[in-house]
T-cell receptor
Framework: KAGVTQTPRYLIKTRGQQVTLSCSPI?????VSWYQQTPGQGLQFLFE???????NKGNFPGRFSGRQFSNSRSEMNVSTLELGDSALYLC???????????FGPGTRLLVL | AQKVTQAQTEISVVEKEDVTLDCVYE???????LFWYKQPPSGELVFLIR??????QNEISGRYSWNFQKSTSSFNFTITASQVVDSAVYFC????????????FGKGTLLTVNP
């Protein structure tokens, strides 16, 4: 079974731009969660989607948004990029609320 | 509020030494799950183990073992006879409220195993 895939793996953007990251979960997994990892703040939960619905959201500004499609693939969007948005963005999928999350390789975003 | 503390920021050992990574957690929930993940330089978080709050039985998997003690709110991870390939950042994480889709992570411990 293929693992979680994320595209692109690397991105360089400039301040003020917007970016869209994509995540394809493990086949059969309907829950997708997103995390931001920075050296200063560590790993922080962004939001989670299940069956195209956002069920929970972390403490991030509205510039961070996401969505999930009927095939469980998910995208997250960051608008009006700031330097502090430079981070590794990790996506995880699971087969249910009681199940383990499995992570993708991440997307490294650099904002200049 | 939930919290996970990994007091050891960095640990350096020589190959074949045993090493224990500490994890202390805080939660008000009676039902929760604890996890350990490994993050090699490539960046991907690799799942190692999951324990639920009702199962305090220690677990051993090859050179890895985990000690879960509710009395001290700890979930420590020991690598026996460490190898260079064990070098990575190790994260302890907690989920509660019956849903594992939102994990609270510790800051991680960077383990360096020198040949």
């Amino acid at each position: 079974k293929a693992g979680v895939t994320q595209t692109p793996r690397y991105l360089i953007k400039t301040r003020g731009q917007q970016v869209t990251l994509s995540c394809s979960p493990i086949s059969g997994h309907r829950s997708v969660s997103w995390y931001q990892q920075t050296p200063g703040q560590g790993l922080q939960f962004l939001f989670e989607y299940f069956s195209e619905t956002q069920r929970n959201k972390g403490n991030f500004p509205g510039r961070f948004s996401g969505r999930q499609f009927s095939n469980s693939r998910s995208e997250m969007n960051v608008s009006t990029l700031e330097l502090g948005d430079s981070a590794l963005y990790l996506c995880a999928s699971s087969g249910g609320d009681q199940e383990t999350q499995y992570f993708g390789p991440g997307t490294r975003l650099l904002v200049l | 509020a939930q919290k996970v503390t990994q007091a050891q920021t960095e640990i350096s050992v020589v190959e074949k030494e045993d090493v224990t990574l500490d994890c202390v957690y805080e939660t008000r929930d009676t039902t929760y799950y604890l996890f350990w993940y490994k993050q090699p330089p490539s960046g991907e978080l690799v799942f190692l183990i999951r324990r639920n709050s009702f199962d305090e039985q220690n677990e051993i998997s090859g050179r890895y073992s985990w000690n879960f003690q509710k009395s001290t709110s700890s979930f420590n991870f020991t690598i026996t006879a460490s190898q260079v390939v064990d070098s990575a950042v190790y994260f302890c994480a907690l989920s509660s409220g019956g849903s594992n889709y939102k994990l609270t992570f510790g800051k991680g411990t960077l383990l360096t195993v020198n040949p």
